[in-house]
T-cell receptor
């Protein structure tokens, strides 16, 4: 069965510092991988996705993620964090067959300090 | 283009009462999903519609939950009778294509509190 692990429940980063959020997945075949963000009072917004091809994926708001099959990881990065990035971030994996229901991690809450 | 909308945004009910949540997907999206996040835990899949048909309802917790999508447009999720453990945030998502990789677009969620 598919599973996603986000080992960090909370992370605090200073504004302007770099950020890396970890995501490890378990899936036997080719995964489809997603990062979503939920800002306070908002729905889940897609940051980026990986389906195939280049393993370094660029997303919105200056985020990127790298798919590493050997490590079963899809970590999210941003070189310089802004206060508006404070939110909860979810990694998800979808099956490459069927209608692709998503399996989510437990989320990482990002706090940005001045 | 309007996104996925959900109503209400919040609902507070007593144990034993009935609540109906509504989701309007993006126009033209045949695939509609319901997910739920219980406090502190992961977002979990509940069920999936293709047009008006239930494609996969393996995540529905029990028979107190009833989902419908009459006419293949909006969907409702009814909880009857509600229990304390039903509290959480209920998300709806829609997707245009069928098989294969594609993005699911999520609504803002309905926060359900059962007292």
């Amino acid at each position: 069965a598919q599973s996603v692990t986000q080992p960090d429940i909370h992370i605090t980063v200073s504004e302007g510092a770099s950020l890396e959020l970890r995501c490890n997945y378990s899936y036997g075949a080719t995964p489809y991988l997603f990062w979503y963000v939920q800002s306070p009072g908002q729905g889940l917004q897609l940051l980026l996705k990986y389906f195939s091809g280049d393993t370094l994926v660029q997303g919105i708001k200056g985020f990127e993620a790298e798919f590493k099959r050997s490590q079963s990881s899809f970590n999210l990065r941003k070189p310089s964090v802004h206060w508006s990035d404070a939110a909860e971030y979810f990694c998800a994996v979808g099956a490459d067959t069927g209608f692709q229901k998503l399996v989510f991690g437990t989320g990482t809450r990002l706090l940005v300090s001045p | 283009e309007a996104g996925v909308t959900q109503f209400p945004s919040h609902s507070v009910i007593e144990k034993g009462q009935t609540v109906t949540l509504r989701c309007d997907p993006i126009s033209g999206h045949d695939n509609l999903y319901w997910y739920r996040r219980v406090m502190g835990k992961e977002i979990k899949f509940l069920l999936h519609f293709v047009k008006e048909s239930k494609q996969d309802e393996s995540g529905m917790p029990n028979n107190r939950f009833l989902a419908e999508r009459t006419g293949g447009t909006y969907s409702t999720l009814k909880v009857q009778p509600a229990e304390l453990e039903d509290s959480g945030v209920y998300f709806c998502a829609s997707r245009e294509t069928g098989f294969g990789p594609d993005t699911q677009y999520f609504g803002p969620g309905t926060r359900l509190t059962v007292l």
